[in-house]
């Protein structure tokens, strides 16, 4: 265990995550394909209670890169393998300025990782005002198996940090917007 990760995580839940991630694996007969720093970190960042994802992107989005969980996940996505179907979908609310950008043909960069579904199942715990956005992706990676809320339901897909979007111009009546992932 780096001992970042260990001085962050008290060592009975670093093996509570650990625990956690083995068992999700174990359920599909899947071989774990990270080092267990990256599991663990990849599993922290997907628990909502804390939400350590807010923090972490928050992070991102303000240039604040030099953070050893950052630096875990970013070798964690490397590692896995691109998911394959090329469409995800997200809950979520864009900002005004991402909005526009879009409305106006502009690319929108986000700074900070990007979770998503394979499919767009109506969430519970969204916000009344979220938008269904449709996703074609470039680089995503299905961490399903090291989240926190790994379920037949919720099968995460995670776009690495600096994904830059435009809007695909497509009225879809089923979705609220419809964006492709250019670089």
């Known amino acids: 265990m780096s001992?970042?990760?260990k001085n962050f995580l008290k060592v009975a839940v670093y093996d509570q995550f650990w625990s956690v991630v083995i068992l999700n694996h174990?359920?599909?007969?899947?071989?774990?394909?990270?080092?267990?720093?990256?599991?663990v970190a990849l599993y922290a960042y997907t628990v909502c209670y804390p939400p350590m994802y807010r923090e972490i992107?928050?992070?991102?989005?303000?240039?604040?890169?030099?953070?050893?969980?950052?630096?875990?996940?970013?070798?964690?996505?490397?590692?896995?393998?691109?998911?394959?179907?090329?469409v995800v979908y997200r809950w979520s609310v864009p900002t005004l300025d991402e909005q526009g950008?879009?409305?106006a043909n502009?690319?929108?960069?986000d700074g900070?990782?990007?979770?998503?579904?394979?499919v767009p199942n109506?969430?519970?715990?969204?916000?009344?005002?979220?938008?269904?956005?449709?996703?074609?992706?470039?680089?995503?990676?299905?961490?399903?198996?090291y989240s926190d809320d790994y379920s037949p339901d919720i099968q995460e897909v995670l776009i690495?940090?600096?994904?830059?979007?435009?809007?695909?111009?497509?009225?879809d009546t089923q979705f609220d917007l419809t964006i492709e992932q250019v670089a």
């Open 112 to 118: 900070a990782y990007l979770s998503t579904l394979k």
């Open 57 to 86: 992107n928050a992070a991102l989005r303000e240039g604040r890169l030099n953070n050893f969980l950052i630096k875990l996940v970013d070798s964690a996505l490397n590692k896995l393998p691109i998911y394959s179907e090329r």
């Open 26 to 39: 174990s359920k599909v007969q899947k071989e774990v394909l990270l080092s267990r720093d990256e599991a």
């Open 160 to 171: 690495p940090r600096g994904s830059s979007f435009i809007s695909a111009n497509i009225q």
């Open 122 to 145: 109506e969430l519970t715990m969204v916000e009344h005002d979220c938008m269904l956005i449709k996703i074609t992706h470039l680089n995503g990676r299905d961490i399903s198996l």
């Open 106 to 109: 502009e690319v929108v960069i």
């Open 3 to 5: 001992k970042s990760l």
């Open 101 to 103: 950008k879009l409305a």
